[in-house]
């Protein structure tokens, strides 16, 4: 299995401020034959189920407010919050669909400092 | 818009079988794969396994033992059972819809249900 593995576990940042969140995958989700990276984000609030942001680890999800952006390629990726807002507060996993089983990280919670 | 939404017994005993219903609305459940995934409170997110609407199964290899999923189209359902649970096996389970891509099926999952919590307990 692919282990995926976020930094940090947690973080806290001022309103309007920027967060960014690490992801590192145990080997390449990189597909060469449509140089695509096979990486997703999710954003999951207490009680809810995730929330699909980032798909290909840089194309927005529908909706999703463009504050959230995704990068990186091969085994190191990283979302961006440009402008931290109330509603941001959650758990965000980074997951990949490179190899079955997909997996996730283990989490990385935001809140507001 | 297709939802979905997961029920079943909420508490099961050591030893026994876990059973869960996925129901999607909103549209139809051909050419459509509904994906199994659990999290245990406070943890992280477990991929179970998935299964396309013409009963095709992929299992994760940790589980793979203990799960058979399986689909009923007249009904727009999709069902999952985990055997001789145990403790560990507490979680809230959720179905969720494969992604598609123009032409592909990948495994990023773009709709969610709820959720449904089952306990392992005597």
């Known amino acids: 299995d692919i282990v995926m593995t976020q930094s940090p576990d947690s973080l806290a940042v001022s309103l309007g401020e920027r967060a960014t969140i690490n992801c590192r995958s145990s080997?390449?989700?990189?597909?060469?034959?449509?140089?695509?990276?096979?990486l997703a984000w999710y954003q999951q609030k207490p009680g809810q189920p995730p929330k699909l942001l980032i798909y290909?680890?840089?194309t927005r999800q529908s909706g999703v407010p463009d504050r959230f952006s995704g990068s990186g390629s091969g085994t190191d990726f990283t979302l961006t919050i440009s402008s931290l807002q109330g509603e941001d507060v959650a758990v965000y996993y980074c997951?990949?669909?490179?190899?079955?089983?997909?997996?996730f990280g283990q989490g990385t919670k935001v809140e507001i400092k | 818009q297709v939802q979905v939404q997961e029920s079943g017994p909420g508490l099961v005993k050591p030893s026994e079988t876990l059973s869960l219903t996925c129901t999607v609305s909103?549209?139809?459940?051909?050419?459509?794969?509904c994906n199994w995934i659990r999290q245990p409170a406070g943890k992280g997110l477990e991929w179970i396994g998935r299964?396309?609407?013409?009963?095709?199964?992929t299992y994760n290899p940790s589980l793979k033992s203990r799960v058979t999923m399986s689909v009923d189209t007249s009904k727009n359902q999709f069902s999952l059972k985990l055997r001789s649970v145990t403790a560990a096996d507490t979680a809230v389970y959720y179905c969720?819809?494969?992604?598609?891509?123009?032409?592909?099926?990948?495994?990023?999952?773009?709709?969610w249900g709820q959720g449904t919590m089952v306990t392992v307990s005597s």
């Open positions: 909103g549209g139809s459940i051909s050419d459509y794969y």
């Open positions: 290909w680890a840089s």
């Open positions: 299964i396309y609407s013409s009963g095709s199964t």
């Open positions: 969720a819809r494969r992604s598609r891509f123009g032409d592909l099926f990948l495994d990023a999952f773009d709709i």
């Open positions: 997951q990949q669909y490179y190899s079955t089983p997909p997996t």
């Open positions: 080997q390449s989700v990189l597909y060469n034959s449509n140089n695509q990276n096979y």
